[in-house]
Structures are given as structure tokens and as C-alpha cells.
């Protein structure tokens, strides 16, 4: 009886040991054989999760069409400061009243012109797509920080 007994504890001892190993090894071969297959739909998710910075990014570019055009800081920032706040290519800067006097001089119309054609080493629009209201009013905010 007794060595039945013990016979017994050593099966059910086995049983339970298979049944952890198992349990600890079937998850870990599911995973590793699903992880190739799978890429298609690691992708998925991982659109799944920049999607929301996606959208947000979106929604900013839209913006100004929503709410008119941008104000002439607005644009000047985004467009201009990389030349006039430097003197990049040459370009008159910011905060030098002495080389814009002979351009002032001209008129705001004719600085309207020059940015909306381009002049010199500036292209049209500053390289931008910008509306005639953005034009105008970012030439007024040049102006108003040169004269
Ligand atoms: C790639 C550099 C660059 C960018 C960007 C740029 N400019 Fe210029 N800008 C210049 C240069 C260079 C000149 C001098 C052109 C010349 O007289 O030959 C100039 C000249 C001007 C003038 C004087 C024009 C005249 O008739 O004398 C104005 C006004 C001006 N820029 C405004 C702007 C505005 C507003 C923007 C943004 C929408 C802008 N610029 C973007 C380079 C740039």
C-alpha cells in the first residue's frame, strides 16, 4: 500500500510538473511562431499609434485655411526669419534700419511686388505659398520693424 501510495504522489507529481511546463512553454512557441507571421499586423498597430500625432499634424497645417490668413509675425516667422533675421543669401536684415531706408524709400507697394515676384536671391513669396492678404500683411510687419 505504501509504495502504491508513493507510486501514486510520483504520477500525480509528474502530471502536475507537465502541466506547468506546459502551461510555461506552449504560451512562449505561440509567441515566437506567431511573431514573423505577424508583422503585417505589428505594422497595423503601429499605424494604429502614430495615427493620432497624424492627425494632429493635419489639423495644424489646416488650420490657417480654417481661420484666414496668418497674421505678418506668423509668416514672417515661419517664412522670412530664415533669410531677414540672418542675412542669409544676402538678404537685407531685421534689425538693420540702414539697409532698408533705400528700400523703404520705394514705397510698401513696391515691396508688395518684390515679395510677391521675387527679387534677387529671394524667391517669390519668399518660397511659400502664401495668399495676397499674407503677402500684404507680412510686408506691413517689416515694415512697421524697419522704419
Ligand atoms: C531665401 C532668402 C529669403 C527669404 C526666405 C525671404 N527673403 Fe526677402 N529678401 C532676400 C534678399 C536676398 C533680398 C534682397 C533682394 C535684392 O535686393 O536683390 C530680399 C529683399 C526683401 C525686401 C525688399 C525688396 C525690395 O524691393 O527692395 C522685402 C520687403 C523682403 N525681402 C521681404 C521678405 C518677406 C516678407 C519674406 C517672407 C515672405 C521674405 N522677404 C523672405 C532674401 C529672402
Redesign the pocket.
Known sequence: MAEQHSSKSIMWATIIVTAILIAIIYPLTAYKGGSTANISSAADEADIRIQPVARFELAKAEAPAVSGPRDGAT??NA??G???NTG?????KIDDKGAWAS?LA?GKD??IK??ANG?????A????A?SDDEIKG??EY?ISKVK
Open positions: 509668416v514672417y517664412v522670412c530664415a533669410c531677414h542669409a543669401a544676402g538678404a537685407p528700400r520705394s513696391a515691396l518684390s515679395v527679387k534677387g536671391a529671394m524667391p513669396k519668399g518660397g511659400a502664401l507680412v510686408v517689416v
